[in-house]
């Protein structure tokens, strides 16, 4: 372990222009970027308030308008003339850090822009029925009141259920229900030939039902989904336990936390999450519903997580490692909700001031800076520049290897703090984009079922020691080197993250068989582009663009031979 601390130590780097645009970055958030923000989700806000006023059956009826806006408009494309179809959102708008950079190259735009109400919330089915673009703060504040929520909760309000689905999301809820799309009980889909269909895990568009995750939105538009609810209560019970060791202890005591090893069901919180500080620090925070006459009883701590001064949560739970472990009450929308306000840990960079009390207390409650305004803010330089000094991943890794994965990102990144969250990856009847372990089950390990493998989320979000020490850094080789590590130990990176994969890396990381058999089947190869191209870094040329048009697609996983 003595070796592991020892700072990776590079040359200096001479600083540039860009690097002063960063640091004084700051003063355009503040003035510009923030106020901006905040008028935005007022606006949101209303627009959540007028939808709610509806009734359902208005609502339903915009929706199928709605739905017959997107057939029609899909019927218009000339496949020989236009380009290939994607949404009309503008590229900076995406909360994820890839920049959708194949929007720059010439396509058929269809807009989706309407789709952003709660249609249902069914108490009887415990099924809540949304369009693509609603997000978790819209359906958190719905539902709460009526101590029901989703499964699973992503922490920042802005991650909208579309992207949740097509894409990756994951809460301190999913070591019980799994991954946001596992939660989905069926999806409403306009497909390439303009034909909506209500795809099911047992109906005749199963394989699609199982396909669309994961899949970036190429295979259709998803214009509603039904998903599952669960029954809450108005607080969450959360205690931390620190942790010190070496980084295989943290991991040892981070799966001890949740996945008890005599198995006993009665052990496993509702919500689980580690934050990994240093090295040889860290802090482990589970979670079990509470009712507000518990939350209220003499002795008891509540705290008001979601007020705009209090401390940054990530900052909160660090004070454990001083004080030992405690338990608290956080009324439970806040703490679905804990991560917002500094973006993780990421507003700290953003703004290196704004943990401060004076911050928060006086503009605190402008935070957080909407994602997409600092996309549309920074300029191709500092664009480059975060692409090369700074680093959001995601690795989705079987929870046996987190040790292991957090002693390679220690050594090839040294990036603190780190996130754990863990999640279940089911056996499913296909053999999905992302799939477990071949016989996992045989193995028993901790955490396992014979239906699930547990995996954890390793988050790492924030810019390496060497930048912070002034050292040169390789992000892209960094990068590169963290997809090989994840290739090796059958382990995934979510698609919203900057990839240095080429094609065949990245059919090594991900299944392709049972993706093709849906491009094929439903029409859209030639129409949607292939989540492989979607998902690559760097501008699309023309060619390229051409070249997917054709429709000569070989099977992906061909070459692996």
């Known amino acids: 372990m003595a070796d592991l601390q020892e700072p990776l130590v590079r040359p200096k780097r001479k600083k540039v222009l860009v690097d002063y645009l960063v640091q004084f970055r700051w003063i355009l958030v503040i003035f510009v970027v923030l106020p901006i923000s905040a008028l935005i989700y007022f606006n949101i806000f209303l627009g959540d308030v007028w939808s709610a006023m509806k009734s359902e059956k208005r609502r339903q009826k915009e929706h199928d308008d709605n739905v017959q806006k997107v057939v029609k408009r899909l019927k218009q494309r000339n496949p020989k003339k236009d380009g290939l179809v994607c949404t009309a959102r503008k590229p900076w708008i995406a909360v994820g850090m890839r920049n959708v950079d194949y929007k720059r190259a010439r396509h058929f735009e269809v807009d989706l822009s309407a789709f952003r109400n709660i249609l249902e919330i069914d108490k009887d089915r415990m099924v809540a029925k949304v369009e693509p673009l609603v997000n978790m703060g819209q359906i958190t504040r719905a539902t709460c009141p009526m101590n029901l929520a989703l499964a699973v909760v992503a922490e920042l309000d802005d991650l909208t259920v579309g992207g949740l689905i097509n894409g990756y999301g994951i809460e301190g809820s999913s070591h019980l229900y799994g991954l946001f799309s596992d939660t989905v009980v069926a999806m409403e889909v306009v497909l390439a ?6 795809a099911t895990k047992d109906n005749e568009f199963s394989d699609l039902f199982y396909g669309i995750p994961w899949s970036q939105g190429t295979l259709g538009f998803l214009v509603s989904a039904e998903i599952k609810l669960i029954s809450i209560k108005e607080y969450m019970k959360l205690t931390y336990y620190p942790v010190k060791g070496s980084l295989k202890d943290i991991a040892q005591a981070y799966a001890d936390s949740f996945a008890p090893r ?149 050594q090839e990144m040294e990036v603190y703090p780190l996130w754990l969250c863990p999640h279940r990856l089911y056996k499913l009847p296909v053999k999905t984009m992302v799939y477990p372990e071949p016989g996992f089950e045989h193995h028993h390990r901790q955490g396992d079922t014979s239906y699930a493998q547990m995996f954890t989320d390793v988050g790492v979000y924030y810019a390496p020691a060497a930048v912070l020490r002034g050292e040169e850094f390789n992000g892209a080789l960094a990068v590169h080197n963290l997809e090989q590590w994840l290739i090796e130990n059958h382990s995934y990176q979510p698609q919203y993250a900057v990839s240095e994969l080429n094609e065949k890396d990245f059919w090594r990381m991900f299944d392709a068989s049972h993706y093709e058999h849906c491009r094929q089947k439903y029409g859209a190869v030639g129409t949607f582009m292939s989540v492989y191209y979607k998902s690559k870094k760097g501008r699309k040329t023309e060619k390229e663009v051409q070249e997917a048009e054709a429709a000569i697609l070989e099977p992906a996983y061909a070459d692996e031979a």
């Open 193 to 198: 030939d303009g034909r909506v269909v209500r």
């Open 262 to 410: 005599d198995g006993d069901p009665a052990k496993v919180p509702d919500f689980v999450e580690g934050m990994v500080y240093t090295a040889s620090e860290g802090v482990m925070m589970t979670g079990v519903y509470a009712s507000k006459e518990e939350a209220k009883k003499k002795g008891n701590k509540i705290n008001n997580v979601g007020w705009w001064f209090k401390p940054w949560f990530y900052q909160h739970a660090q004070t454990a490692l001083k004080k030992g472990e405690f338990t608290e009450y956080i009324p439970t929308r806040e703490y679905y909700h804990r991560h917002t306000r500094c973006l993780y840990w990421e507003g700290k960079l953003i703004l290196p001031f704004g943990d401060q009390f004076w911050f928060r207390f006086l503009l605190g409650w402008l935070m957080p800076p909407k994602v997409s305004l600092l996309k549309a803010t920074q300029g191709e330089s500092i664009r480059n520049y975060y692409h090369d000094n700074h680093v959001i991943q995601d690795m989705l890794v079987p929870l046996y290897k987190v040790g292991d994965a957090l002693e390679f990102v220690h």
